[in-house]
C-alpha cells in the first residue's frame, strides 16, 4: 500500500501534470531548471549576522551537478562570512612591502579560505550511526577526493560568533567533531563552507544524516539540503529530553524557530517538562510543540494541546458506524514531519489536507507514493523517525534519511508514507494494527485524492530507472492495486536523475521512442490522469467503469486491496471498513452498497448481463475484474438502498408487457446488434421499434418488463437505456440484459404514453 502546488509542467511527450523535479521551473522552492547541462539550482537565503547591513546579504544559488553540491564561484564572495584576512607574511615569510604585485599583499574579504598554517586530518570519522557496539567510532580511510565534503553533524558544531574572525586564528581541534571527514584540503574547506552557512540558515548533508558521501547518490536531491526552513539535523532530533532538561529543551526550541521564550512564562515549564517525563527525545518535543508555539498567548499551549488531541479522538470515535465509516474525509491518523524528522499525530501538527482552496501558507500535506519491492530487495528498519513503533520496510539501497533530504529540497513540510504513517506488522503494539486499520486503510484515498503527489516509480527512495520487464513486473507501480487511488491532482516523479528515462526526448510527432520500453512508458505516463478526476462528481458522465477497468490488471498483496483500492476513485457517499480476512464478494458487496446512487444505477442500467453470484441487478466482483466492461456513459437513473431492509431499489419508467426478439445469439463484444422491440398500445395496435445491444450477451426471444431513463432526460442525451427484465411478485424486479434506443425511436415510442412510473425492487 501503500498544495498550494506547483504549475504542471509537461515535457516534449506532453505527460500531463508529471512534473520531473529537475524541470519545474519557479514552481518548487529550492529547486528550478537551469540552462542546458547544468543541474538542478539550489537556492539558499542568508541572514545578516549582528553588525552587517541587509545591503551585505543576498539570496545566492548553488548548483547541483552530478557529483556533488557546491557553489558557483561567482556567488562565493557574495555570500555573507566572516571577514577573512590572510597576508603575505604570514603565508610565505615575506614583507608586504617587498612584494612589487599589490595583489600579492593581502587578501582580505569573505571567501571561505584558510591559512596555509592550517592543519588538515587526514583520518576520516564515521558518523556515530556507524559506530561499533561500544559506541566507539569507527576510524577508516576513505580515498582521495576533492568533490565531496562532510560537514559536522549539526548539533555537534558551534556558530561562530563573531562577524569578524581570522579563519587562521582557530586550530583544527577547536572545529573538528565526530561526524567530521576531510579526504583532502578541499573537503575542509568546503567544511568551513558549510559550516558558516549554518550562521545563516539550515545545512543538512546526506554524510552527516545518512552516513552517506555526496558522490555516491544517484539522485542529485537527496545530496544536501540548504535552506531557510527550520529542519533539525538527526542528531539533534535523536537527543534525548532528559538530556537536554528543561532549559536545554527552551534553548533549543527558541535557536530553532527564532523566538526567545523564557521559563516565567506561565505554564511553559509544566510543557517541557512533560516532554522529560514522557521521554521524548527532541525531535518529537520540537514536532509537537512547534504548531502551538506561535500562539498568541503562552498560558494556553497546555490547554491547546488537549483540546486538539479530545477533538481528535471524538472525530475518530465518530468516523465508524457499524462496518461503515461515515465521514470519507478523515484526516490520516498520523504525519511525517520533515522538519523535526519524526512521524507524529495529525492532532499535533500543523498540516492540512488539500479540500479547498487554503489560504496561502497553509502547510499542505503532500504524499509520497511509491511503487513496492519483491521482499528479497526489502529490509525492515527500526527507526526513531516513527518512535520504533514497528518495523519500516525499505528498499535495501533506500533510506528515510535521503528521502527527507529529497522531500525538504522540493518544499514539503508534512507529508505522508504509508510504511512511516500507517502501522506496519511486527511492533510491540501489533494488536493495534487490526482496529487502526478498520479506519485508517479505507481513508488512505482521503490524503491522496487532491494532492499533489509525489512519486517515486522505481521503489520508495530510489532513482528513477528503467530496464526491460520492469513495466510488466508485479512490483511496476503502474500495475499495483494501491497506486489507483493515490493519482491525486497533480504528480511530480521523484528520484529523477539527469540520465534518467523522464528526460528521454521523442523521435517523431506521434510520440514514440528510441525503444518500446521508453515508448510504453511515456504513455502510461500521459494516460495517468484519465483514469479519474478527483474533482468529477458524479454526472452526466461518470468514469466508474473506466476505473474498474484500470483495476482489473493490477495486483496486491492481499487480494481484498483491490476491492478497497476502488473506494476513493468511485467516490462513495460512505467507505466500508477495513477487514483482511473478508472475502472478495463480500467486500465488493459492501462497496456497492456505500456507492453513490448514480453509480450503483450505472452498473445496473449499462452492465450487460445479470449478477452471477445471487444479485442480479448488479456484476459480482469477479465479473467485473474479469470481462470486458461497457464504456462509460450517460447516467441519469439511481439505485438506492433500504438501510433497513438492506433492499436495493429504483423508481424509473416502466412497460410492463413487450417483445424482444432478434437478439437471441450472442455476437462479438465490438460489434453492435440490431433487434426489435414489439409494443401493443392501448386499443390492442402492435407497434415496433429498433432497438441495439452493444454487447455480446444474448437476450432470448420473449415477453419482458422494461425499466428505462425518463423520455424527458432525451433532451439532454442521444439515446435511451433500457433494462430487460421479468417482473415478479411483491414489486420485484429480475434483470436479464440491456439495450438502448436512439432518439427518433425513442421519443416515437414516448408519443404512445404507454410508460408509467413504478418503483421496483431489485433482486
Not at 44 to 50: A, D, E, K, L, N
Not at 201 to 229: C, H, M, N
Not at 494 to 513: E, W
Not at 657 to 684: Q, S, T
Amino acid at each position: 500500500m501503500k498544495v498550494p502546488s506547483p504549475d504542471a509542467i509537461s515535457d516534449s511527450d506532453q505527460n500531463a501534470n508529471i512534473i520531473p523535479p529537475s524541470e519545474s521551473q519557479g514552481a518548487i522552492p529550492h529547486a528550478s531548471s537551469t540552462a542546458e547541462g547544468e543541474g538542478p539550482v539550489l537556492e539558499v537565503t542568508t541572514h545578516s549576522p549582528p553588525g552587517l547591513s541587509s545591503a551585505e546579504t543576498a539570496s545566492e544559488l548553488l548548483s547541483c551537478d552530478s557529483h556533488f553540491v557546491f557553489p558557483n564561484p561567482q556567488a562565493q564572495e557574495d555570500l555573507t562570512f566572516p571577514v577573512v584576512t590572510i597576508s603575505a607574511f604570514t603565508e610565505t615569510g615575506q614583507q608586504q612591502s617587498s612584494i612589487k604585485v599589490p595583489l600579492q599583499r593581502s587578501y582580505t574579504g569573505r571567501k571561505p579560505v584558510i591559512s596555509s598554517s592550517t592543519r588538515v586530518p587526514r583520518g576520516n570519522i564515521t558518523p556515530a550511526s556507524s559506530s561499533t557496539e561500544d559506541d566507539d567510532p569507527i576510524v577508516q580511510d576513505i580515498p582521495q577526493s576533492s568533490f565531496s565534503f562532510h560537514p559536522e553533524r549539526l548539533s555537534e558544531s558551534s556558530i561562530l560568533g563573531s562577524s569578524v574572525a581570522m579563519i587562521n586564528d582557530h586550530p583544527a581541534g577547536d572545529i573538528t567533531h565526530i561526524g567530521d571527514a576531510f579526504p583532502s584540503p578541499g573537503d575542509y574547506e568546503f567544511h568551513l563552507l558549510a559550516r558558516m552557512l549554518r550562521c545563516y540558515g539550515t545545512f543538512l548533508a546526506s554524510y552527516t544524516e545518512a552516513g552517506r558521501d555526496e558522490w555516491s547518490i544517484k539522485v542529485p536531491l537527496q545530496r544536501a539540503y540548504i535552506g531557510a526552513k527550520p529542519a533539525i539535523s538527526s542528531s539533534l532530533a535523536d537527543t534525548p529530553c532528559t538530556t537536554l532538561g528543561v532549559q536545554g529543551i527552551l534553548d533549543e526550541l527558541n535557536a530553532t524557530l527564532g523566538t526567545s521564550y523564557t521559563l516565567d512564562i506561565p505554564t511553559l515549564s509544566s510543557v517541557l517538562e512533560d516532554c522529560v517525563k514522557s521521554d521524548y527525545d527532541f525531535g518529537t518535543a520540537y514536532s509537537r510543540l512547534r504548531a502551538v508555539w506561535g500562539i498568541k498567548r503562552r498560558n494556553t499551549i497546555q490547554d491547546e494541546i488537549r483540546t486538539r488531541e479530545a477533538r481528535d479522538q471524538e472525530k475518530r470515535r465518530n468516523a465508524l458506524v457499524g462496518n461503515r465509516i461515515v465521514n470519507p474525509k478523515l484526516e490520516p491518523r498520523r504525519v511525517w514531519d520533515l522538519y523535526a524528522n519524526r512521524v507524529v499525530p495529525w492532532w499535533s501538527s500543523d498540516a492540512f489536507l488539500w479540500m479547498v482552496p487554503w489560504p496561502s501558507g497553509t502547510r499542505i500535506v503532500l504524499p509520497v507514493s511509491h511503487a513496492w519491492m519483491d521482499a528479497k530487495d526489502r529490509v525492515d528498519v527500526w527507526t526513531p523517525i516513527n518512535g520504533k513503533e514497528w518495523p519500516v520496510p525499505i528498499p535495501k539501497d533506500a533510506s528515510l534519511d535521503l528521502i527527507r533530504i529529497e522531500m525538504l529540497n522540493l518544499g514539503v513540510e508534512y507529508t505522508w508514507l504509508d510504511v512511516l504513517c500507517l502501522r506496519q506488522e511486527g511492533g510491540p503494539r501489533d494488536d493495534l494494527r487490526a482496529e487502526e486499520w478498520k479506519i485508517d486503510v479505507p481513508t488512505i484515498g482521503c490524503v491522496y485524492a487532491n494532492a499533489e503527489v509525489m512519486i517515486y516509480l522505481s521503489g520508495l527512495g530510489r532513482p528513477l530507472t528503467l530496464k526491460e520487464g520492469d513495466l510488466d513486473s508485479d512490483c511496476c507501480w503502474f500495475r499495483r492495486a494501491w497506486t489507483l487511488q493515490e493519482i491525486g491532482r497533480q504528480r511530480i516523479i521523484v528520484g529523477d536523475t539527469s540520465d534518467g528515462p523522464l528526460h528521454a526526448k521523442p523521435i517523431d510527432k506521434d510520440g514514440n521512442y528510441d525503444t518500446e520500453i521508453l515508448t510504453r512508458f511515456h504513455k502510461q505516463l500521459r494516460s495517468i490522469s484519465a483514469v479519474y478526476d478527483p474533482f468529477l462528481q458524479p454526472a452526466l458522465i461518470s468514469r466508474m467503469f473506466n476505473v474498474l477497468s484500470k483495476m482489473q490488471n493490477r495486483v496486491s498483496t492481499n487480494p481484498v486491496d483491490k476491492v478497497m483500492g476502488l473506494a476513493f476513485p468511485l467516490l462513495p457517499r460512505m467507505i466500508p471498513a477495513y477487514r483482511e480476512s473478508e472475502s472478495l464478494e463480500d467486500a465488493w458487496t459492501e462497496l456497492v452498497n456505500a456507492m453513490d446512487v448514480e453509480n450503483r444505477g450505472l452498473v445496473f442500467f449499462q452492465y450487460p448481463e445479470p449478477g452471477d453470484t445471487g444479485t442480479k441487478w448488479r456484476p459480482s466482483w469477479a465479473q467485473v475484474m474479469q470481462n470486458p466492461l461497457p464504456v462509460d456513459n450517460y447516467s441519469l437513473m439511481s439505485v438506492d438502498l433500504d438501510e433497513e431492509t438492506n433492499d436495493s431499489w429504483c423508481e424509473g419508467h416502466c412497460i410492463e408487457k413487450v417483445f424482444v426478439g432478434g437478439l437471441a445469439v450472442g455476437g462479438a463484444a465490438e460489434v453492435d446488434r440490431r433487434g426489435e422491440l414489439i409494443i401493443k398500445d392501448a386499443i390492442g395496435t402492435e407497434h415496433t421499434f429498433d432497438i441495439i445491444a452493444r454487447h455480446k450477451f444474448p437476450i432470448p426471444e420473449d415477453m419482458y418488463t422494461l425499466l428505462g431513463m425518463d423520455p424527458k432526460a432525451l433532451q439532454l442525451v442521444p439515446k435511451q437505456h433500457w433494462i430487460v427484465g421479468r417482473r415478479l411478485s411483491d414489486k420485484k424486479f429480475e434483470k436479464v440484459s440491456v439495450f438502448e434506443m436512439v432518439n427518433e425511436e425513442a421519443r416515437r415510442l414516448e408519443h404512445l404514453c404507454i410508460t408509467k412510473q413504478c418503483w421496483n425492487i431489485l433482486i
